[in-house]
């Protein structure tokens, strides 16, 4: 099974500042197909999963623009800009690329 | 809008049975592969199922595998989960999901008690 290592598991920040998660697999994420299916999804207390951004850097509909993913191969990083307050949750990569999917440890982002 | 609305959870007795649906819309459902992911209280996400988008191919967790039947019908854009030898552990709201490019559903709880 592919691991998939989030770091940190904490972050708090200060509102307005940036914030970064890092996610790493534990091999390449890369499909035969030539798609890399690494989601960032937002978990929000006491709400379902909302999906931030597939394939790496694609914002899902609806997703504000200071969200933004990168990587390639086995690392990527999660940025948000601009920290807002309703930005508080824990934050989950997942790959989609061999199965079984697998999920990171999450990330909770606090306020400072 | 694209949307997944999942349905059939509930209080369960050990050893019993439920079937989950989620119904699809707003996108092209028999285009896509589709998957059931599931969240134990106070959990991280964990996937059970995923099934091609014909239908004739099915992958589950090893934590399911022999207790859980994915299914779908694209003539009606649902996904179904039947799930048999419910054990505590089980407990969960689950998730159905388009994995790749989204969306997610809003979740349905399961709770195994007596």
């Known amino acids: 099974d592919i691991v998939m290592t989030q770091t940190p598991l904490s972050s708090p920040v200060t509102l307005g500042q940036p914030a970064s998660i890092s996610c790493r697999s534990s091999q390449s994420l890369i499909h035969s197909d030539g798609n890399t299916y690494l989601s960032w999804l937002q978990q929000r207390p006491s709400q379902p999963p909302r999906l931030l951004i597939y394939?790496?850097?694609n914002r899902f509909s609806g997703v504000p623009d200071r969200f933004s993913g990168s990587g390639a191969g086995t690392d990527f990083t999660l940025k948000i800009s601009r920290v807002e307050a309703e930005d508080v949750g824990v934050y989950y990569c997942m790959q989609a690329t061999q199965f079984p999917y697998t999920f990171g440890q999450g990330t909770k982002l606090e306020i400072k | 809008e694209v949307q997944l609305v999942e349905s059939g959870g509930g209080l369960v007795q050990p050893g019993g049975s439920l079937r989950l649906s989620c119904a699809a819309s707003?996108?092209?459902?028999?285009?896509?592969?589709m998957s059931w992911v599931r969240q134990a209280p106070g959990k991280g996400l964990e996937w059970v199922s995923a099934?091609?988008?014909?239908?004739?191919?099915?992958y589950y967790a090893d934590s399911v595998k022999g207790r859980f039947t994915i299914s779908r019908d694209n003539s009606k854009n649902t996904l179904y989960l039947q799930v048999h030898s419910l054990r505590a552990e089980d407990t969960a709201v689950y998730y159905c999901?388009?994995?790749?490019?989204?969306?997610w559903g809003q979740g349905t709880l399961v709770t195994v008690s007596s």
């Open positions: 707003g996108f092209t459902f028999s285009s896509y592969a």
């Open positions: 999901a388009k994995v790749a490019t989204g969306p």
């Open positions: 394939k790496i850097s």
């Open positions: 099934v091609s988008r014909s239908g004739g191919t099915t």
